[in-house]
């Protein structure tokens, strides 16, 4: 079945310092992607939409110059924590749909998540 | 509020236990509704989808209400492996690949 990518799984960084989180469809073409954050002990939020070949769509709240999205291509979305803080450690999840997914397709494919700690 | 709500939990039942789940969304347009499962520190995946006649899979069974606005989940027959958080999702009418996440219910199946 299709799969989804995220790289690295972990990271541990110094607060102030920036954070590149890789999401990769391996075997289908992405012209969306989804970004999502998820605390301890909470759901997942989604953060924004990543529509290759143009701007990323931010969900209300989300600091679209704290959290940058690249979608160079068609199987690479990229996610950047700029001056990441210690409030934004947590699980970042991406998830991509095969081209021809509509009305609800159930094929959204998850990455396996990120830990981001910020110290 | 909240475009999708859901009680935590946790609920912690026998093994072979019945055990429902209720979730509530309030767009009355949305469009689909999924049952998510996600075991502890993984990525979610995906349980089952919720049709608008219910849905049956194996013990799993699955029921839309959009006269009041919520889908349900009812696990039969309770296994130790069934412990997990259950998410509801549903897609807002503007978006039909974008997911909106509830805040997962909590389900311990005991010895």
């Known amino acids: 079945g299709a799969v989804v990518s995220q790289h690295p799984s972990r990271v541990i960084c110094k607060s102030g310092t920036s954070v590149k989180i890789e999401c990769r469809s391996l075997d289908f073409q992405a012209t969306t992607m989804f970004w999502y954050r998820q605390f301890p002990k909470q759901s997942l939020m989604l953060m924004a939409t990543?529509?290759?070949?143009?701007?990323?769509?931010?969900e209300q709240g989300v600091e679209k110059d704290k959290f940058l999205i690249n979608h160079a291509s068609l199987t690479l979305s990229t996610l950047t924590v700029t001056s990441a803080h210690p409030e934004d450690s947590s699980f970042y999840i991406c998830?991509?749909?095969?081209?021809?997914?509509?009305?609800?397709?159930?094929?959204?494919?998850f990455g396996p998540g990120t830990r981001l700690l910020v110290l | 509020r909240k475009e999708v709500e859901q009680d935590p939990g946790p609920f912690n039942v026998p093994e072979g236990a019945t055990v429902a789940f209720n979730c509530t969304y309030s767009?009355?347009?949305?469009?689909?509704f999924f049952w998510y499962r996600q075991d502890c520190r993984k990525e979610p995946k995906l349980l089952m989808s919720?049709?608008?006649s219910g849905n049956e899979d194996g013990r799993f069974t699955a029921q839309l209400n959009r006269a009041s606005q919520y889908i349900s989940l009812l696990i039969r027959d309770s296994k130790l492996s069934d412990s997990a958080t259950y998410l509801c999702?549903?897609?807002?009418?503007?978006?039909?690949?974008?997911?909106?996440f509830g805040s997962g219910t909590k389900l311990n199946v005991k010895p």
């Open positions: 919720v049709y608008s």
């Open positions: 767009n009355s347009a949305s469009q689909s």
């Open positions: 998830s991509a749909c095969p081209p021809g997914g509509g009305a609800g397709d159930e094929t959204q494919y």
């Open positions: 999702v549903v897609n807002p009418p503007d978006n039909f690949n974008k997911f909106y």
């Open positions: 990543s529509n290759e070949g143009s701007k990323a769509t931010y």
